[in-house]
């Protein structure tokens, strides 16, 4: 659960380096920089179960520079609640298809799974860091912590799965 707080210190982070995401020069470099943070965040998390540090990150990085830059623009850049959920959506996606390329080998097929489930979880972060008050017409490039919160629990099942593989591969192994 302590990944969580990947996603507003990459926010703040991009935020600050970046400013706000209204064009793509912003959606692309803060993109970017949350995705590391974000990547880096997670893999220090995930322990001994971790998939490889820096293929996670790149994966992480490249897909969220995607994801936000595609997603904003799609909604022209807009923050209300419908906007928000679907550049969650679109960002979840992508950075979803990029980290499933480092998790199929461990996860076989069911890899292919992460890209909706994260898809669904960056959707109700935004939803609900609106709903809550949010300053989101900031044009953030990802939610703060009460957003990270749903989604970081939504996600659970993730380092659950690879420490499920972990497992059983040192238990081949013996």
Same mark, same amino acid.
């Given at each position: 659960?302590? @990944?969580?707080?990947?996603? *507003?210190?990459? !926010?703040y982070a991009a935020f600050l380096l970046t400013g706000r995401v209204d064009g793509p020069g912003p959606a692309? $470099?803060?993109?970017?920089?949350?995705?590391?943070?974000? !990547?880096?965040?997670?893999?220090? #998390?995930m322990w001994e179960a971790r998939p490889r540090p820096l293929s996670w990150i790149l994966a992480t990085a490249?897909?969220?520079? #995607? /994801?936000?830059?595609? !997603?904003? &623009?799609?909604?022209?850049?807009?923050?209300?609640?419908?906007?928000?959920?679907?550049?969650? #959506? %679109?960002? /979840? #996606?992508? %950075?979803?298809?990029?980290?499933?390329?480092?998790?199929? *080998?461990?996860?076989? &097929?069911?890899?292919?799974?992460?890209? *909706?489930?994260l898809s669904g979880s960056l959707a109700l972060g935004w939803a609900v860091t609106t709903a809550a008050g949010? =300053? %989101? =017409?900031?044009?953030?490039?990802?939610?703060?912590? $009460?957003?990270?919160?749903?989604?970081?629990?939504?996600?659970? %099942?993730? *380092?659950?799965?690879?420490?499920?593989?972990?497992?059983? /591969?040192?238990?081949?192994? @013996?």
């Amino acid at each position: 659960m302590v @990944s969580f707080a990947g996603y *507003p210190l990459g !926010g703040y982070a991009a935020f600050l380096l970046t400013g706000r995401v209204d064009g793509p020069g912003p959606a692309l $470099s803060g993109g970017l920089l949350t995705g590391a943070v974000l !990547g880096a965040v997670q893999v220090w #998390a995930m322990w001994e179960a971790r998939p490889r540090p820096l293929s996670w990150i790149l994966a992480t990085a490249v897909g969220m520079m #995607a /994801g936000v830059a595609i !997603g904003a &623009a799609l909604v022209d850049y807009r923050t209300d609640l419908g906007s928000l959920a679907v550049q969650g #959506a %679109v960002t /979840g #996606a992508l %950075v979803g298809m990029a980290q499933s390329v480092v998790l199929a *080998p461990r996860l076989g &097929a069911m890899a292919l799974a992460w890209p *909706p489930v994260l898809s669904g979880s960056l959707a109700l972060g935004w939803a609900v860091t609106t709903a809550a008050g949010i =300053d %989101v =017409d900031q044009q953030f490039t990802i939610f703060g912590s $009460s957003g990270a919160l749903v989604a970081t629990l939504l996600t659970a %099942v993730l *380092p659950l799965a690879l420490n499920r593989h972990h497992a059983r /591969g040192d238990a081949a192994a @013996s």
